[in-house]
Each structure stands twice: as structure tokens, then as C-alpha cells.
């Protein structure tokens, strides 16, 4: 395994009945990367994000963080381990408001939980108040500020995913994977996102691991991209690279567009 990586996936196979969705991948994810998954439908991208995240425990194979092993951790233990994440079709609670929304994320890393701070019991209202502070500046830092105290499900689909990457962001993540960011987003949308994306990595210390259909936008962003097409990496390396790869090329176009 690469040991300048922070986050290593090896030999990862995941069977769903006689479906095999992952066959055996691997890939490296450098600290401090914007690193792109990429392929076609049913490729076996959200399968490897499922793995990562703790809601699918892969039939073989490793995954590690800054060398400790992940596999098997449920899903609470991932985010607790470093590894924050954000969903194809946004969730949130759509009838909290946004800083509730994000307090979720920050109750996910405190001492006392969520139940104890709502209940207000002493001895947690330092930390409560200090999460409460947290969570502001994130809001801040994402725009998010002048919507507060407005339910979630009232704002609209490009506020909803901001929401999401801050909430995410409040678990204090390591690894921050972002399935299909770009999807749904206006024009204007993207490029604010794409923004917060560079930030994140830039002044959150935090490294990207991302599955986007959006081709140009993963060049644009990616320091590093994975390609995958029936369960398996068919490519990997730098944007220009993966780019011109003919096996990449024939797993979008079809195999008369390849060289
Ligand atoms: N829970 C499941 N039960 C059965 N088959 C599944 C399940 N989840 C995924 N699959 C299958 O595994 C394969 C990989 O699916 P996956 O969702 O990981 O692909 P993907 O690359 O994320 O596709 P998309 O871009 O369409 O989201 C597909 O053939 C899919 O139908």
C-alpha cells in the first residue's frame, strides 16, 4: 500500500447476489487531493462511496485511513473515524431549519451527543455552546448566515446542497466525499460550489474524494482521477491523462471512438 496516502482502497469486491458491483478495487487518495471518481451508470461508484461510508461492508478487501483499518466500522464510527459525506439527492431534516441542521453534524463529534444538549443537562452547555459557535461559522464560511432559521425543505435546491456540505463539513472530516456535487445545479450554482470545493481542501485541511458525471468539472477541479466502468478501475492518474485513456474514452463513447 502507498504510504503517502491518507485514504487506500484495496482489492474492494462487493457481490449483490449474482451482481458483482465492485471486482477487486483499488485506489489511493493523496492528503490534501481533490480526487474525482468517474464512470458510466452502474459503474460501481456510490457502491465504493457505500463502502467507504460504512453502509455497505464489501465481501473482500481493505480500506484504510492514515493507516488504521475502516472495515467494518458502521457508519457512525466512519464519521468519527474522519470520514464526512454528502448525498446524490440531498439529506437533510427537511423540517429542522439550516443551523439545526447543521448542529446535527456538530452534535456527531461532541462529548455529550445530541439528546443531552437538547435536554440542556449541566455540564454540557460549555461544549453545547461552543458547537453552537462552530456551526455559525460554518454557516458563514458557506453563505448560509441569512437563512438560519429557515426550514430547509423552504430553500432551494443549490441553498440545500450548501447546507449539506456544511453539515458534513461540522463532523470535522478528514475525507469529505461528495456524490455528484455538481447535479441539479444552475450554471451560477456550480461555480460557487466548485469554489467552496477548492476551500474546503485549501483551508480546511480537508482532502475530496468525489464522484461526478460532470466531465468537465472533474477535470477542472481534479488533482487526481479514478475511472471506473462494470465494477472495476479501468483508469487512473492525472486529468489529462485519464482524459485521453482509450479505455476511458470507449467506456463513454463506445469502443468505435477509441484509438
Ligand atoms: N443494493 C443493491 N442491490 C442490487 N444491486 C445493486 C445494489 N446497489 C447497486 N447495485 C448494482 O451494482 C452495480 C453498481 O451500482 P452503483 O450504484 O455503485 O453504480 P454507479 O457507478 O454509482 O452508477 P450511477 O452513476 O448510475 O449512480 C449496478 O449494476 C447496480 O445495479
Not at 482489492?11 to 490534501?32: E, P, Q, Y
Not at 458547537?131 to 441553498?159: C, I, K
Amino acid at each position: 500500500m502507498n504510504e503517502a496516502a491518507l485514504l487506500q482502497v484495496h482489492g474492494l469486491s462487493v457481490r449483490f447476489g449474482g451482481i458483482t458491483a465492485l471486482d477487486g478495487v483499488s485506489f489511493s487518495v493523496a492528503r490534501g487531493s481533490i480526487c474525482g471518481i468517474i464512470g458510466p451508470n452502474g459503474a460501481g461508484k456510490t457502491t465504493s462511496f457505500n463502502c467507504l461510508s460504512g453502509l455497505i461492508v464489501p465481501q473482500e478487501g481493505r480500506i484504510e485511513l492514515d493507516g488504521r483499518s475502516l472495515l467494518g466500522c458502521p457508519p457512525h464510527e466512519m464519521v468519527a473515524r474522519g470520514i464526512g459525506r454528502t448525498f446524490q439527492n440531498v439529506a437533510l431534516f427537511p423540517t429542522l431549519t439550516v443551523l439545526e441542521n447543521v448542529l446535527v453534524g456538530s452534535y456527531s463529534t461532541t462529548r455529550a451527543g445530541v439528546v443531552p444538549s437538547i435536554l440542556n443537562l449541566r455540564g454540557v452547555r460549555t461544549e453545547e455552546a461552543a458547537t453552537r459557535e462552530t456551526a455559525q461559522a460554518l454557516m458563514a464560511r458557506f453563505g448560509l448566515s441569512g437563512y438560519a432559521q429557515v426550514r430547509a425543505a423552504e430553500l432551494p435546491f443549490g441553498v440545500q446542497k450548501r447546507i449539506e456540505l456544511a453539515r458534513a463539513m461540522a463532523t470535522r472530516p478528514k475525507v469529505l466525499l461528495l456524490d455528484e456535487p455538481a447535479a441539479g445545479l444552475t450554471h451560477a450554482e456550480l461555480e460557487t460550489l466548485s469554489d467552496m470545493i477548492v476551500r474546503i481542501r485549501d483551508e480546511m485541511d480537508t482532502t475530496i474524494l468525489l464522484i461526478e458525471h460532470n466531465v468537465p468539472l472533474v477535470m477542472r477541479l481534479c488533482d487526481w482521477i479514478v475511472a471506473m466502468d462494470f465494477g472495476r478501475k479501468i483508469a487512473e492518474g492525472l486529468p489529462e491523462a485519464v482524459r485521453r485513456d482509450p479505455e476511458v474514452i470507449r467506456a463513454y463513447l463506445g469502443a468505435e471512438h477509441a484509438a
